[in-house]
């Protein structure tokens, strides 16, 4: 199982960005993905989860400004982000469990700074 996060970068308050996580190694339709996020010196946050029908979950802090979809052809999951603060400055990874053991992406850095 291989997860590759991509599309962080330095963004203004109010700005918005698109993050992917490209998947490959195991079944993508059988299983759920999450977004999480880290900042240093913290837990780690669920932004967002969508399963295999598409039932989907968001953090209350990202509810109303973030969308988490699935594309079952490319085995990519995207978060897009808008309405960013600078509260929403963290590491981002994606995550899916699969048999029981969870697999995670190295994470993508995403700055709201102006």
């Known amino acids: 199982v291989h997860l590759v996060e991509s599309g962080g970068g330095l963004v203004q308050p109010g700005g918005s960005l698109r993050l992917v996580c490209t998947t490959s190694g195991y079944e993508f339709d059988r299983y759920g993905i999450q977004w999480w996020r880290q900042v240093p010196g913290a837990q780690r946050e669920l932004v967002a989860g969508?399963?295999?029908?598409?039932?989907?979950e968001y953090g209350d802090s990202v509810k109303g400004r973030f969308t988490v979809s699935r594309d079952r052809n490319e085995h990519t999951s995207t978060l897009d982000m808008n309405d960013l603060i600078p509260e929403d400055t963290a590491d981002y990874y994606c995550?899916?469990?699969?048999?029981?053991?969870?697999?995670w992406g190295q994470g993508t850095r995403v700055t709201v700074s102006s």
């Open positions: 995550k899916v469990t699969v048999s029981g053991i969870s697999y």
């Open positions: 969508i399963g295999t029908v598409r039932n989907i």
